[in-house]
């Protein structure tokens, strides 16, 4: 059974940090790319970064970059979002999604984790 399961989203202040993660089973995790999205209330869902099958990333929205990166660890199936200078604007739900090359699209989507940026 295929799960992308994503983990560590909360409340937190302005100015703090979070890290995501996406746990993976049930596919061959080593040779896909996994993208972070986030979707707002009201909004679209956004594609926030990717990374690929040997570690190569790629940012898809400008707002997250220099205060977001992505990483790896094929040995846990998990790949992380680390999130530093948090905004309110950066509250969403965000979602992992598993994709054969970067900007594919997703075979496999998670279910998404809430994160909420408020005083």
């Known amino acids: 059974q295929v799960q992308l399961v994503e983990s560590g989203g909360g409340l937190v202040q302005p100015g703090g940090s979070l890290r995501l993660s996406c746990a993976a089973s049930g596919f061959a995790f080593d040779t896909y790319a996994i993208r972070w999205f986030r979707q707002a209330p009201g909004k679209e869902r956004e594609g926030l970064l990717c990374i690929s099958a040997i570690g190569f990333f790629t940012y898809y929205s400008d707002s997250v970059k220099g205060r977001f990166t992505i990483s790896r660890d094929d040995a846990k199936n998990i790949v992380y979002l680390q999130m530093k200078s948090l905004k309110p604007e950066d509250t969403a739900v965000y979602s992992c999604?598993?994709?054969?090359?970067?900007?594919?699209?997703?075979?496999?989507w998670g279910a998404g984790t809430q994160v909420t940026v408020s005083s």
């Open positions: 999604a598993a994709e054969p090359t970067c900007g594919d699209g997703a075979d496999y």
